[in-house]
């Protein structure tokens, strides 16, 4: 008799052992394992619960019991009077109630199994490796009365084995977690998305909306404050997008970009009120061991019944968005159209045709003429890239500008304008010729690698020109970045000349002005175009010519075309321009000519702009 108990008891741990080396569920092997265990002790009827991390008790398998039993104690807290089970878990011990009807312990769950004819019950506390309790394994009987020797060696063996079990559960539910979810703000990660995403577009339903987010800036955060505060920014960003509504679902898709699903969100209209709450969310400022950071994303969004026919294509669409939103709209939102498509395509040809030309050394420099207007003069110029095709056609900047959003071209181009620009400052020194300055074009590039200033000092010092003579060119935007201001202020103390460019069309106040360190401004081309025929337009010119006289700063006008816009800038005081009235860019022997022919005489010379450029 022993040796065949032994022999059934080595054969249940066998079959219990095994389905969980295969990786049968746990629910799967506690319902195996109560039917067995109920074969060999009749008239028991065997529960298997579970306990959570808050104290709260999971039925998971009971196979003779009904399931109303195991809904009315599911999510009850554990505790010294909860039943034979609550209490086995609270005080980490086996309880055994011999009488379920007169025991305190039941007193107020007893109407819970009396009905169902259970008298007696007898709860024994699973526990994992570290001794917490998680799980509790319970005969209950229908005759008052304990368990036999039998019974007691072999639940001891079943709550090892559910411990095992329940253990290997665990370390499958983690590995699962952590598959699924981003460490670093406890968000759903890329795999979990791109599983999702995929059974939404394949499931009958009527549409939902997609927005990539990216968080604007974090490398300068990193760079500049350790990546510990960058780390913190990533989380407060994942924070607030989870809180906006429980509605949507949020994942860290990596670095700083982030995803938001939203079923609600079947129109445009929709969607665009989404981001803009999700904008709202950044308002606040963020503060992190004493830096207060100003926290912006950039977003991007697509709708599953409009943007995308499957997954990859509805992915790749909200890409585009977010991309074409940092570029023009950075701090915003775009929505996905298909004329999208066509601009990111047009940019990868422009960075390919501006890195080949690069690449061959066919980028060169020509100069546009800076006039004085009264006395039609050239005083100094400013440099413009061109491309020499390889059938000699020469490409304007505008052709290739998509091609300077890739910051290794930026970098690249600079440095060949600046060795240019110096090589023909020094020619045109050597000839006795006069010029003020020769401007070049920065961007926002150009001032984060941190060494603008040696890459601007080196070819001038090696070409021996006075870098009195460099004046560097900024838009508003550009300036408007405190880093850039201050790094321009040290340019302008080792001499160098600042021209704020495209004056009225960023996003500076008149205010700045007095804080901005200028020599120069520069009033873009659409006020000069309106000058003659918008009033409003020529009372702004006007006001600013001599409020700019007043700071000290000057002013020079760009696309002047005609006679007549030249006229009416010299009546309200305006000293210098530039313009197809006067030059269009032309090489740097051009403009030697130029300079030499009665002092650089830009009107009424023999020897005009349309004759030099003919020859030219």
């Not at 379920?100 to 709860?123: H, N, Q």
């Not at 590039?445 to 560097?472: C, K, M, N, T």
């Amino acid at each position: 008799m022993q040796i065949r108990r032994e022999s059934e008891l080595s054969a249940l741990q066998n079959e219990i052992l095994e389905a969980v080396a295969t990786g049968i569920a746990f629910a799967e092997v506690a319902d195996i394992l109560c039917r067995r265990a109920e074969m060999l002790a009749p008239g028991a009827n065997c529960t298997i619960a579970a306990i959570d991390a808050e104290g709260l008790i999971h039925p998971v398998a009971g196979p003779s019991l009904p399931s109303s039993y195991g809904e009315a104690i599911d999510g009850i807290p554990i505790g010294p009077l909860v039943g034979s089970c609550g209490s086995a878990a609270y005080l980490g011990a086996p309880v055994e109630v011999t009488d379920i009807a007169t025991d305190a312990r039941w007193e107020d769950y007893k109407g819970l199994v009396l009905e169902f004819g259970l008298k007696a019950c007898w709860s024994s506390p699973i526990k994992s490796p570290e001794g917490r309790v998680v799980g509790t394994f319970a005969f209950y009987y229908r005759e008052p009365r304990g368990p036999s020797a039998m019974e007691r060696q072999l639940v001891d063996m079943c709550v090892h084995l559910c411990s095992i079990a329940m253990e290997r559960d665990e370390v499958i539910r983690r590995l699962q977690h952590l598959a699924y979810h981003d460490q670093l703000t406890g968000l759903s990660n890329r795999y979990a998305f791109d599983e999702v995403l995929n059974e939404s577009m394949s499931a009958p339903t009527s549409g939902f909306g997609l927005l990539l987010i990216d968080i604007d800036n974090l490398k300068q955060v990193n760079d500049s404050m350790g990546h510990s505060v960058g780390d913190g920014l990533i989380c407060e960003a994942g924070r607030r997008l989870a809180k906006v509504s429980p509605r949507v679902s949020v994942y860290r898709l990596g670095g700083d970009e982030f995803a938001v699903l939203c079923p609600d969100c079947n129109d445009a209209a929709a969607l665009a009120m989404l981001a803009d709450r999700l904008l709202g969310e950044m308002d606040l400022p963020y503060e992190s061991d004493g830096n207060t950071i100003l926290l912006q994303v950039t977003i991007g969004g697509v709708l599953s019944n409009e943007d995308g026919s499957s997954a990859d294509l509805l992915r790749q669409n909200a890409d585009l968005a977010l991309y074409h939103a940092k570029q023009t709209a950075r701090g915003g939102y775009i929505h996905f159209h298909p004329g999208l498509r066509t601009s990111i395509q047009c940019r990868t040809e422009q960075i390919a045709l501006l890195a080949k030309a690069l690449d061959e050394n066919r980028v060169f420099a020509h100069f546009q003429p800076v006039i004085c207007i009264r006395r039609a003069k050239i005083v100094g110029v400013e440099a413009l890239a061109r491309i020499r095709t390889d059938e000699g056609e020469i490409i304007s900047a505008g052709a290739f500008a998509m091609g300077l959003t890739d910051s290794k071209n930026a970098f690249r181009l600079t440095s060949c304008m600046l060795e240019q620009i110096a090589s023909a400052m020094r020619g045109w020194m050597d000839e006795g010729l006069e010029l003020r300055h020769v401007a070049v074009n920065l961007s926002t590039i150009d001032f984060q690698r941190g060494d603008l200033e040696d890459r601007l000092r080196a070819p001038f010092e090696a070409h021996d020109v006075p870098l009195h003579y460099l004046q560097i060119e900024v838009t508003e935007n550009v300036l408007m970045d405190q880093d850039v201001a201050s790094q321009v202020a040290r340019m302008r103390e080792q001499g160098m000349q600042v021209a704020l460019d495209d004056f009225g069309t960023g996003f500076a106040s008149l205010s700045h002005l007095k804080d901005f360190p200028l020599d120069y401004i520069k009033i873009d081309k659409s006020f000069v175009d309106s000058l003659l025929t918008d009033v409003a337009c020529s009372a702004i010119v006007e006001a600013l010519i001599s409020m700019a006289q007043k700071m000290k700063i000057g002013i020079i006008a760009e696309g002047i075309e005609t006679a007549e816009q030249a006229e009416r800038l010299l009546e309200i005081g305006c000293p210098l321009g530039q313009g197809y009235h006067y030059f269009r860019p032309v090489d740097g022997e051009t403009i030697a000519t130029l300079l030499r022919s009665v002092d650089g005489k830009a009107a009424k010379q023999e020897t005009g702009p349309d004759r030099l450029l003919n020859s030219a």
